[in-house]
């Protein structure tokens, strides 16, 4: 396929280029979600709302590597996995009861309106929400300066490098959850219509890139 030079960098050197592929987009969300806009520093809080899935995997390893405290919320079934991704607390689903409050809450959960609203009572005065469920906004507290930012990300070849940089050092894990032949493409569509899909599924064109 054919893609402008600028939006390129080279793919990471320590990992199959195939599970390169699952690197840019849920990377550069948990990326940009974390330093543009939340501009998470470290010493930090942050809760990352939903880590049980591809995007927080990356959340949760980038906040850790940044210095920050991560608080994370996940199911029964990747509560594991976020703990092994560096959470310092794992809560279940639901506003979680801190000890103290957080500067950041990153959402990435699609949960009712309500519910996200809620989780601006755990966020300190001046802090702020990032959410990644565009389809419905941000909240915030305008009483206690705490801004609510709606994600949309950006193609950023720089960051990406970053990224890149960071999986060759051992920074960063690429978790690729399943590899699936694309002949076998309606399974994982069933599957996530169903909620039972969890982390990144590569699509590979033949049986063949599987080995």
Do not use: C
């Not at 802090?127 to 990644?132: L, P």
């Amino acid at each position: 396929m054919l893609a402008p030079a600028g939006l390129l960098t080279a793919a990471p050197a320590s990992i199959p280029l195939a599970d390169a592929g699952g690197l840019p987009l849920v990377g550069l969300t948990a990326w940009q979600a974390l330093f543009d806009h939340a501009k998470l520093t470290a010493g930090q809080r942050v809760l990352i709302n939903g880590a049980g899935g591809a995007v927080g995997g990356y959340a949760v390893q980038l906040a850790k590597h940044a210095g920050a405290h991560v608080i994370a919320t996940a199911g029964p079934r990747s509560s594991e996995h976020v703990t092994r991704a560096g959470a310092d607390e794992v809560f279940g689903h639901g506003v979680p009861e801190l000890s103290a409050l957080v500067d950041v809450v990153l959402n990435l959960a699609p949960v009712e309106p309500m519910q996200l609203a809620a989780l601006t009572s755990v966020i300190r005065d001046g802090g702020i929400v990032v959410n990644t469920t565009v389809w419905m906004p941000a909240p915030s507290d305008e009483e206690r300066g705490v801004r609510g930012v709606n994600l949309f990300i950006n193609s950023d070849a720089a960051q990406l490098a970053r990224l890149v940089t960071l999986v060759d050092s051992g920074a960063l894990h690429v978790d690729i959850a399943r590899r699936v032949p694309l002949a076998e493409l309606p399974a994982p569509h069933t599957e996530a219509a169903e909620g039972a899909l969890s982390g990144k599924v590569l699509i590979l064109p033949s049986a063949a890139t599987l080995t």
